[in-house]
């Protein structure tokens, strides 16, 4: 820590030692606290009813994305997207998607993600700059998705994955499979790491979900 030096230094200079350094001390201390409460405060939180558990899990869609300052093919991000959705099943402790939303996971169900991505035409997807998905976007999405029975769904839309920042861009969706209406959703981001485009962009998605504060009323 390089602080109580140069305060030391700083106060011996105004000849009231231990007075300033204390007091500097304090002062630093405090503004300490105040980063810690805005970064808090900054955190997302999704409300989620009562009733919404027993869900059944989707997976990552990725027919939304945009991928920024990234010239990989196309090719290897489609690898990627399967790949990331595997992870739920072959590594199920680390990316425990019912521990991270406190809820249960009563299905899991990647077919039709899996579709959508392969389908997925990334020669528009490559934008400038990130442009995020608003709330009428992501529920005009969620009312085309091909779901059938009812229940509660879940699924992750992922938004932007930009590789200038280091971040990607997700979405997490409660949602009634039978009507396709939105129950909860929250928008999330976090840092990518890792090599290759499945372990940096899982790694994204990952600390973007860790990052979310579940409520139960």
Same mark, same amino acid.
């Given at each position: 820590?390089?602080?109580?030096?140069?305060?030391?230094?700083?106060?011996?200079?105004?000849?009231?030692?231990?007075?300033?350094? *204390?007091? &500097?001390?304090?002062?630093?201390l405090?503004? #300490?606290? $105040?980063?810690?409460?805005?970064?808090? %405060? /900054?955190?997302? !939180?999704?409300m989620?009813?009562?009733?919404?558990?027993?869900v059944?899990?989707?997976?990552?869609?990725?027919?939304?994305?945009?991928?920024?300052?990234?010239?990989?093919?196309?090719?290897?991000?489609?690898?990627?997207?399967?790949?990331?959705?595997?992870?739920?099943?072959?590594?199920?402790?680390?990316y425990?998607?019912a521990?991270?939303?406190r809820?249960?996971?009563?299905?899991?169900?990647?077919?039709?993600?899996?579709?959508?991505?392969?389908? *997925?035409? &990334?020669?528009?997807?490559?934008?400038?700059? #990130?442009? $995020?998905?608003?709330?009428?976007?992501? %529920? /005009?999405?969620? !009312?085309?998705?091909?779901?059938?029975?009812?229940?509660?769904?879940?699924?992750?839309?992922?938004?932007c994955?930009?590789?200038?920042?280091?971040?990607?861009?997700?979405?997490i969706?409660?949602?009634?499979?039978?009507?396709?209406?939105?129950?909860a959703?929250?928008?999330?981001?976090?840092?990518?790491?890792?090599?290759?485009?499945?372990?940096?962009?899982?790694?994204?998605?990952?600390?973007?979900?860790?990052?979310?504060?579940?409520?139960?009323?």
């Open positions: 820590m390089i602080f109580p030096p140069i305060l030391y230094i700083f106060a011996t200079y105004n000849g009231h030692t231990q007075y300033y350094y *204390t007091m &500097l001390r304090n002062i630093i405090f503004i #300490a606290l $105040l980063s810690g409460i805005t970064v808090s %405060a /900054a955190g997302k !939180s999704i989620l009813p009562q009733e919404v558990d027993n059944t899990f989707y997976g990552v869609d990725f027919s939304q994305v945009n991928i920024v300052g990234d010239d990989a093919p196309d090719s290897q991000y489609l690898q990627a997207f399967r790949r990331i959705n595997d992870l739920f099943v072959t590594e199920p402790e680390k425990d998607i521990r991270y939303l809820t249960h996971i009563a299905r899991y169900d990647f077919e039709m993600v899996a579709a959508v991505n392969a389908a *997925t035409d &990334l020669s528009r997807a490559r934008p400038m700059q #990130a442009t $995020l998905l608003d709330k009428e976007s992501l %529920a /005009a999405h969620i !009312s085309r998705l091909p779901v059938t029975g009812d229940g509660v769904g879940l699924i992750i839309i992922a938004d994955l930009d590789k200038t920042r280091e971040t990607g861009y997700f979405h969706l409660f949602f009634d499979r039978a009507t396709r209406s939105v129950i959703q929250a928008s999330l981001s976090g840092k990518a790491r890792g090599f290759g485009l499945r372990n940096h962009w899982a790694r994204a998605m990952l600390n973007s979900i860790r990052s979310l504060r579940v409520v139960r009323p």
